[in-house]
């Protein structure tokens, strides 16, 4: 307390104040003092590097006291820094005060003699001996604060004399010792090391470093003991993966700049390798084995490599490659175990059937061809569903609407015994598609097929409609040689015949029929004669009570009908190979022509390949589409008349105005099926001067026009439902189309005074856009399917 009032004193000295004497004459005297100092550390030449962290906290100890004694010159020191003018004296003195200190470290030898100390002691400390490190310690944090604080740089003093030697130390002796090990040892052997020198050099920093160069000490460690040998590690890494060393590996190789890519390409390779081996023809192998395995690399990924997500990405890849490469068609074969699983004869309980369906969901995101899987497990729950070997809530009312109709006809004169088995249309997996009509039907069933009709729509509202999908349904037919055969064979009239008159009484083409006839002729049920007629063939007989007749696929003849249901012994009536692929092939080109349509009527003009990358961004979800594939959809767009080149330019394409033109025919004309146009006719008359403006390129939207009256609204809703009948009547014929069409063309003209062009050409295009816009739909909602049987 008596030197804080001392320094007070003569600091406030009157008339002049003596604070500038004081700076000087504590200056000089610190600086005597530290020179005193350095020759004391230089006289311990045995241990100067202690002796030097003594002194060090002396000198530390008695700056921090002085400091708080001449707290009144800090002011005095300050007030001339913040703008006040600099006396000549102050000046000198902050020339002089960064040697302060500096006198006992910049000293003659002192200060290369401490850094070959502290180099000398980190070295033994690397070799197993420790050394005085809290000395090494000291002499880092002195030159930290020796720095002259006005520095923008308070660290450049420690850089330049402590870390820079330090590091390069650390360079040169770790390039030496890995060489060394890299060679003598083997691979584990070496990562082992590599790992126990980088964790104690990890403490070492911290013993004789500044925190701030702990990062750049274990960047040096990296690049001397891993980064030079990162190519023998990864070369063994496949083999660790087998013997429980790759968490070592992974540890080591994520210090480094692409480590991790390094071990990811070995790890895909690792995992297509181990995939490949473990894929079988047998359904039930394929999905438990490879479901096994993703089960155990998740793991892997998620304990070794602490869910990198390059690993999983590598992972994720390899499967791909697994199920998508493989020799055997991957996606029917997890479509055959999952439609085994969910038969009513598994006997499994609904636990072991949810544990075994995961797998199944694992390797299903690695399909590429999702398609493929749709197509045929919609054939195989088809099967199920005419078999009734599944559980469907539909099959339950379908039970007790048959029941209904078998009570409800003991008293009719039905010749035939019928059972319909009645699903929504979104339950049945199957398009409906040349659906033969009931009039084709031999004259017993028809009746009974009418009768169970009229009895539904007497039973349902209005809006439920049944379709009859007779070729899915087994037909009985019982007599002294019973036969198995589909509802065709049945209203061939015997028993002589020829293939035409055949054709004719079926109503089917004549391909269609030769079919049927092949398969009775191969089970000689029938015969031909000399003149190429089918007669009935007496001399038939077969030792089985029930005879199963099965469709021959001729060379020239293959059956594209989706719908068919087939026997017991083709899956669910589907074609060969070839059919499935070609019948494939073209449900992508629709589909990618319908995406193509979608985003034409949503942007307008798109460049091509902006076109491309977008077609592929929404179908890849449903199956792969190639490039080359997707140039053909374009390409056949374009010679339908629904999109050109924008003036010429290759790279620009754009919808057609034929394509918006027939866009807007058809929601006229749905609107008058649906019969809702009288109610909405102001609205569809907004909705087409809408497409109509948008065709001739303006973006103001047109104002909607006024209500029609009420005697405009009665003509029309009389036209409207003169149309409606005629509609439903003809509405699979194409001339249908087109008066259906006039008729839409004619209403438009009433409302908005615009006529729209009408030709064949142009509804067949139309035609074949409503199918591609309900490509995607399973029908109308409403609607359902019916798979009689009959007996």
């Given at each position: 307390?008596?030197?804080?009032?001392?320094?007070?004193?003569?600091?406030n000295?009157?008339?002049?104040?003596?604070?500038?004497?004081?700076?000087?004459?504590?200056?000089?005297?610190l600086?005597?003092?530290?020179?005193a100092?350095?020759?004391r550390i230089?006289?311990?030449?045995?241990?100067?590097?202690?002796?030097?962290?003594t002194?060090?906290?002396?000198?530390?100890?008695?700056?921090?006291?002085?400091?708080?004694?001449?707290?009144?010159?800090?002011?005095?020191?300050?007030?001339?820094?913040?703008g006040?003018?600099?006396?000549?004296a102050?000046?000198?003195?902050?020339?002089?005060?960064?040697?302060?200190?500096?006198?006992?470290?910049?000293?003659?030898?002192?200060?290369?003699?401490?850094?070959?100390?502290?180099?000398?002691?980190?070295?033994?400390?690397r070799?197993?001996?420790?050394?005085?490190?809290?000395?090494?310690?000291?002499?880092?944090?002195?030159?930290?604060?020796?720095?002259?604080?006005?520095?923008?740089s308070?660290?450049?003093?420690?850089?330049?004399?402590?870390?820079?030697?330090?590091?390069?130390?650390?360079?040169?002796?770790?390039?030496?010792?890995?060489?060394t090990?890299?060679?003598?040892?083997?691979?584990?052997?070496?990562?082992?090391?590599?790992?126990?020198r980088?964790?104690?050099?990890?403490?070492?920093?911290?013993?004789?470093?500044h925190?701030?160069?702990?990062d750049k000490?274990?960047?040096e460690?990296?690049?001397?003991y891993?980064?030079?040998?990162?190519?023998?590690?990864?070369?063994a890494?496949?083999?660790?993966?087998?013997?429980?060393?790759?968490q070592?590996?992974y540890?080591?190789?994520?210090?480094?700049?692409?480590?991790?890519?390094?071990?990811?390409?070995?790890?895909?390779?690792?995992?297509?390798?181990?995939?490949?081996?473990?894929?079988?023809?047998?359904p039930?192998?394929?999905?438990?084995?490879?479901?096994?395995?993703?089960?155990?690399?998740?793991?892997?990924?998620?304990?070794?490599?602490?869910?990198?997500?390059?690993?999983?990405?590598?992972?994720?890849?390899?499967?791909?490659?697994?199920?998508?490469?493989?020799?055997?068609?991957?996606?029917?074969?997890?479509?055959?175990?999952?439609?085994?699983?969910?038969?009513?004869?598994?006997k499994?309980?609904?636990?072991?059937?949810?544990?075994?369906?995961?797998?199944?969901?694992?390797?299903f995101?690695?399909i590429?061809?999702?398609?493929?899987?749709?197509?045929?497990?919609?054939?195989?729950?088809?099967?199920?569903?005419i078999?009734?070997?599944?559980?469907v809530t539909?099959?339950?009312?379908s039970?007790?609407?048959?029941?209904?109709?078998?009570?409800?006809?003991?008293?009719?004169?039905?010749?035939?015994?019928?059972?319909?088995?009645?699903?929504?249309?979104?339950?049945?997996?199957?398009?409906?598609?040349?659906?033969?009509?009931?009039?084709?039907?031999?004259?017993?069933?028809?009746?009974?097929?009418?009768?169970?009709?009229?009895?539904?729509?007497?039973?349902?509202?209005?809006?439920?409609?049944?379709?009859?999908?007779?070729?899915?349904?087994?037909?009985?037919?019982?007599?002294?040689?019973?036969?198995?055969p589909?509802?065709?064979?049945?209203?061939?009239?015997?028993?002589?015949?020829?293939?035409?008159?055949?054709?004719?009484?079926?109503?089917?083409?004549?391909?269609?029929?030769?079919?049927?006839?092949?398969?009775l002729?191969?089970?000689?049920?029938?015969?031909?004669?000399?003149?190429?007629?089918?007669?009935?063939?007496?001399?038939?007989s077969?030792?089985r009570?029930?005879?199963?007749l099965?469709?021959?696929?001729?060379?020239?003849?293959?059956?594209?009908?989706?719908?068919?249901?087939?026997?017991?012994?083709?899956?669910?009536?589907?074609?060969g190979?070839?059919?499935?692929?070609?019948?494939?092939?073209?449900?992508?080109?629709?589909?990618?022509?319908?995406?193509?349509?979608?985003?034409?009527?949503?942007?307008?003009?798109?460049?091509?390949?902006?076109?491309?990358?977008?077609?592929?961004?929404?179908?890849?979800?449903?199956?792969?589409?190639?490039?080359?594939?997707?140039?053909?959809?374009?390409?056949?767009?374009?010679?339908?008349g629904?999109?050109?080149?924008?003036?010429?330019?290759?790279?620009?394409?754009?919808g057609?105005?034929?394509?918006?033109?027939?866009?807007?025919?058809?929601?006229?004309?749905?609107?008058?099926?649906?019969?809702?146009f009288?109610?909405?006719?102001?609205?569809?008359?907004?909705?087409?001067?809408?497409?109509?403006?948008?065709?001739?390129?303006?973006?103001?939207?047109?104002?909607?026009?006024?209500r029609?009256?009420?005697?405009?609204?009665?003509?029309?809703?009389?036209?409207?439902?003169?149309?409606?009948?005629?509609?439903?009547?003809?509405?699979?014929?194409?001339?249908?189309?087109i008066?259906?069409?006039?008729?839409?063309?004619?209403?438009?003209?009433e409302?908005?005074?615009r006529?729209?062009?009408?030709?064949?050409?142009?509804l067949?295009?139309?035609?074949?856009?409503?199918?591609?816009?309900?490509?995607?739909?399973?029908?109308?909602?409403?609607t359902?399917?019916?798979h009689?049987?009959?007996?």
């Amino acid at each position: 307390m008596d030197l804080y009032t001392l320094v007070y004193s003569m600091c406030n000295t009157r008339p002049k104040p003596m604070h500038e004497d004081l700076f000087l004459r504590i200056a000089d005297f610190l600086h005597r003092h530290t020179l005193a100092v350095s020759d004391r550390i230089l006289a311990n030449a045995h241990q100067p590097l202690q002796a030097y962290a003594t002194e060090w906290a002396i000198y530390l100890h008695a700056a921090q006291t002085l400091n708080i004694v001449c707290e009144v010159l800090n002011r005095a020191i300050t007030a001339p820094l913040r703008g006040a003018p600099m006396s000549a004296a102050m000046k000198a003195f902050q020339d002089r005060r960064p040697m302060v200190g500096d006198s006992m470290y910049r000293r003659q030898s002192v200060e290369s003699q401490l850094i070959g100390v502290a180099m000398d002691v980190v070295k033994m400390d690397r070799e197993g001996v420790l050394g005085p490190h809290e000395a090494c310690k000291a002499l880092a944090l002195s030159l930290v604060t020796l720095q002259a604080k006005m520095s923008h740089s308070t660290l450049s003093l420690y850089i330049s004399d402590y870390e820079s030697v330090f590091l390069a130390q650390t360079r040169a002796y770790y390039e030496q010792e890995s060489r060394t090990y890299a060679r003598d040892l083997t691979v584990s052997a070496f990562m082992r090391t590599a790992q126990d020198r980088l964790a104690q050099e990890k403490q070492r920093g911290g013993r004789y470093l500044h925190p701030s160069s702990l990062d750049k000490l274990l960047y040096e460690c990296n690049a001397q003991y891993i980064d030079c040998h990162k190519d023998k590690i990864r070369g063994a890494f496949g083999d660790m993966l087998s013997s429980q060393f790759e968490q070592l590996a992974y540890s080591l190789l994520s210090h480094i700049s692409g480590g991790i890519e390094l071990l990811t390409q070995v790890y895909e390779k690792f995992v297509i390798a181990e995939g490949r081996k473990l894929v079988s023809p047998d359904p039930k192998t394929l999905v438990t084995s490879l479901g096994a395995l993703h089960a155990s690399l998740t793991s892997q990924i998620t304990s070794h490599f602490h869910s990198d997500p390059k690993f999983v990405a590598s992972m994720d890849m390899a499967y791909r490659t697994v199920i998508n490469d493989s020799a055997v068609h991957a996606p029917k074969l997890i479509a055959t175990f999952c439609d085994w699983l969910l038969r009513k004869a598994n006997k499994q309980s609904d636990a072991d059937i949810e544990q075994a369906l995961t797998p199944i969901m694992t390797l299903f995101v690695y399909i590429d061809d999702k398609d493929v899987f749709h197509k045929c497990y919609a054939r195989l729950l088809a099967k199920r569903l005419i078999q009734r070997l599944t559980h469907v809530t539909d099959m339950t009312l379908s039970a007790e609407t048959s029941a209904g109709f078998r009570d409800a006809a003991k008293g009719s004169s039905a010749a035939v015994g019928l059972e319909v088995q009645i699903l929504t249309a979104g339950t049945w997996p199957l398009s409906q598609v040349n659906v033969p009509p009931i009039q084709q039907l031999p004259e017993e069933v028809a009746q009974s097929v009418g009768e169970f009709s009229t009895s539904s729509s007497s039973a349902t509202t209005s809006a439920t409609s049944l379709t009859w999908l007779c070729t899915n349904g087994p037909c009985s037919h019982s007599s002294t040689r019973p036969c198995h055969p589909r509802p065709h064979p049945h209203p061939i009239p015997l028993p002589t015949m020829t293939r035409a008159a055949i054709a004719s009484a079926l109503g089917s083409p004549q391909h269609d029929a030769d079919r049927t006839i092949d398969s009775l002729l191969d089970a000689h049920l029938l015969a031909l004669t000399s003149d190429g007629a089918v007669t009935l063939n007496p001399a038939f007989s077969n030792k089985r009570t029930k005879l199963r007749l099965a469709l021959t696929l001729g060379s020239g003849s293959k059956s594209k009908s989706g719908g068919g249901g087939g026997d017991d012994d083709d899956e669910g009536g589907t074609g060969g190979p070839a059919e499935d692929s070609a019948s494939l092939e073209e449900d992508r080109k629709l589909y990618l022509q319908a995406t193509m349509v979608r985003l034409l009527k949503t942007h307008r003009a798109v460049d091509h390949n902006a076109l491309v990358t977008m077609v592929i961004e929404q179908a890849k979800h449903r199956f792969k589409p190639s490039v080359p594939l997707i140039k053909k959809c374009i390409e056949a767009l374009m010679d339908k008349g629904y999109m050109e080149r924008e003036g010429g330019a290759v790279g620009i394409v754009k919808g057609t105005q034929i394509l918006f033109q027939v866009d807007q025919l058809h929601t006229i004309m749905d609107q008058e099926q649906a019969g809702q146009f009288s109610h909405q006719s102001s609205a569809a008359s907004h909705h087409v001067a809408l497409v109509d403006h948008a065709t001739h390129g303006r973006h103001e939207p047109p104002p909607a026009p006024a209500r029609p009256g009420v005697a405009t609204a009665e003509h029309l809703a009389h036209q409207e439902q003169g149309f409606i009948a005629a509609a439903h009547r003809t509405d699979r014929t194409m001339d249908a189309r087109i008066e259906s069409a006039h008729r839409a063309s004619e209403v438009h003209f009433e409302r908005t005074g615009r006529k729209l062009l009408v030709t064949r050409d142009s509804l067949e295009k139309g035609h074949a856009l409503m199918e591609l816009s309900k490509w995607e739909s399973n029908g109308r909602p409403g609607t359902r399917h019916s798979h009689g049987s009959s007996s």
